[in-house]
């Protein structure tokens, strides 16, 4: 199926397990963990870009993969949504911290570009200013996917602009993009949680 992905930038959301400088050894891919709150603008943002996404994809999808059930339901699986108590694929229990949360990791294969709240770049030297637990806004890349093996929504994380503050939390151990400062310029004088879709949050099942 051709490519159709929404874009959708969340505020003042936690990120945990930040690797965002250096590829990961099995996937070669930079990543972090995104904890939004249940009850944020954030977490309506998510809900209405991941919505928008699914319904934007839905007839092509439907056509080329899903001839006997032309409504595929989305469900949490779909989203890599994780939840506090439940057991992961590897076989470990996901911390209470992710309680209250709507928690699910974001990656690029492709440098993310990360600035501090006032727009100075951060490089893999400064990595140790990043922390689990740490205020961040993110933007993520939407698209939906259907293979033989899986169905579900993909989240290509494009920039993060670090916010500051946030308690710690110990939770075990694209050229196309904008840079986080373009992306997040509006932010760089002061913070704000408004989130970057207007309309009213639809009704979601996670």
Not at 185 to 204: K, L, T, V
Request: proline share 5%; glycine share 6%; hydrophobic share 35%.
């Amino acid at each position: 199926m051709a490519r159709t992905s929404v874009k959708v930038r969340l505020r003042n959301v936690r990120i945990a397990y930040p690797r965002l400088f250096t590829p990961d050894e099995k996937t070669g891919k930079r990543s972090c963990l995104i904890m939004i709150p249940n009850d944020s603008e954030a977490a309506q943002a998510w809900r209405r870009g991941v919505a928008e996404a699914w319904r934007v994809a839905q007839d092509e999808i439907s056509k080329a993969s899903f001839p006997d059930n032309p409504q595929p339901a989305l469900t949490r699986a779909m989203l890599g949504i994780k939840v506090a108590g439940e057991i992961s694929p590897s076989g470990s229990v996901y911390p209470d911290e992710y309680s209250g949360h709507i928690v699910f990791s974001a990656s690029s294969k492709y440098d993310i570009s990360v600035c501090n709240n006032r727009g100075n770049a951060i490089n893999a030297t400064d990595e140790e200013l990043i922390y689990s637990g740490q205020i961040a806004h993110v933007a993520i890349e939407l698209f939906p996917f259907k293979r033989p093996e899986k169905t579900g929504i993909s989240r290509i994380l494009q920039n993060v602009f670090i916010v500051g503050g946030g308690e710690r939390i110990d939770l075990g151990s694209g050229s196309h993009n904008l840079s986080a400062a373009e992306e997040w310029a509006d932010e760089i004088s002061e913070s704000s949680s408004a989130s970057s879709f207007d309309d009213d949050a639809a009704s979601f099942p996670f």
